[in-house]
């Protein structure tokens, strides 16, 4: 046998175990009337912080191709191209088709691929059409009933399950009040049969565990709730100096910007230094939590801020505090009034600074 073909045949069975050691899936598409450009493949890191992980050109006839390294366990994974997201479920090897235009690539394109992409994007358009209806509670009511006959009951501990529960409408979670422990119970037993091993099957009990509790305590008591309420979760976190600060001590007296984000990141200097502008006044506060992943790192960057910069904690902590108020990216904004009350949520720092003094 000669050298050569020896060669070919180890260069074949190489690239055949690379293959078998590192699986893949894809992501393929067709973006009409696309100008070239190129499509971003983004996941979220533990504190909700979407980073690009991979990016594909799109040619001449708007089709591209783009993959990655498969989770251990199924992931939301976002597409970007030019200003436009959608939002793609993830289990493991599979291939997923996206066909868009690029003149509304967020809002008419179409997934195939698997049952759970066709879930995403029927849900997604749904979602779409009840936003307008989002603070009647009436409406709200029904649109939960709706999503959990049609995505939830019977998910079998599906990633878009998950995904849902998660939703933010209007800068309000869609669901965590006291009534919906029905929902996150439910999920929260598909995940535990099905992806016991998952981190979110803990953290779904957890939240199924505390809205139970927290409807057993207003049973008996007539109480008005408003729809997709953001609600208080106590925090109480340490500063650069090793000081313990709690939120709800803190949080009172003046207005309170809420700020979920990572000082490391390279455009979090540009955003405090706008949001200094405005709390140099002293009309209202600022509690910003690091969600870095390095101490040391984060510390370097909180130490010449003259607002209280606590740090998240391990991955998993800062995964908690994510969950408890309901953060899928970063940075994240929420309003606290003078006396102490969640009053709402800020999709921006500009839209945050309108609401404030």
Request: glycine residues 6%; negative net charge.
């Amino acid at each position: 046998m000669k050298l050569q073909h020896i060669l070919a045949v180890l260069t074949l069975l190489s690239a055949g175990l690379s293959a078998c050691s590192d699986p893949t899936f894809k992501v393929t598409g067709e973006i009409e009337e696309a100008d070239g450009g190129h499509v971003v493949l983004e996941k979220a890191d533990h504190a909700g912080y979407w980073i690009a992980i991979d990016s594909a050109s799109v040619n001449a006839s708007g089709r591209f191709t783009i993959k990655s390294h498969a989770p251990s366990a199924p992931e939301i994974y976002r597409l970007k191209y030019n200003d436009g997201y959608v939002y793609i479920p993830i289990d493991s090897v599979e291939t997923i088709h996206l066909s868009a235009p690029a003149s509304n690539f967020a809002t008419d394109y179409r997934l195939s691929g698997s049952e759970n992409a066709e879930n995403m994007e029927r849900f997604e358009k749904e979602l779409i059409s009840f936003t307008p209806h989002a603070n009647n509670p009436d409406s709200v009511t029904a649109f939960k009933r709706h999503i959990y006959s049609h995505y939830l009951q019977g998910s079998n501990g599906s990633i878009v399950s998950y995904y849902i529960l998660t939703k933010v409408v209007d800068d309000k979670p869609l669901f965590g009040d006291a009534a919906d422990d029905k929902y996150f119970a439910a999920v929260a037993t598909a995940f535990r049969q099905y992806r016991p091993d998952d981190p979110r099957t803990a953290l779904l009990e957890s939240v199924a565990t505390r809205l139970r509790r927290e409807r057993n305590t207003n049973n008996g008591r007539r109480k008005v709730i408003q729809a997709a309420e953001a609600r208080l979760v106590d925090i109480e976190l340490t500063d650069e100096d090793g000081n313990t600060i709690k939120l709800s001590d803190y949080a009172v007296g003046k207005p309170t910007l809420l700020m979920f984000c990572q000082l490391t990141d390279p455009e979090t200097p540009a955003i405090n230094a706008k949001l200094r502008t405005r709390a140099d006044r002293g009309a209202f506060k600022v509690y910003q939590v690091g969600m870095d992943a390095d101490r040391l790192q984060w510390r370097n960057s909180a130490k010449n801020l003259p607002w209280a910069t606590l740090f998240g904690g391990a991955p998993e902590d800062v995964a908690r505090i994510a969950q408890s108020y309901m953060v899928a990216q970063l940075p994240a904004y929420f309003i606290i009034d003078a006396n102490g009350n969640l009053t709402s949520r800020a999709a921006t720092l500009n839209e945050a600074l309108d609401k404030l003094p």
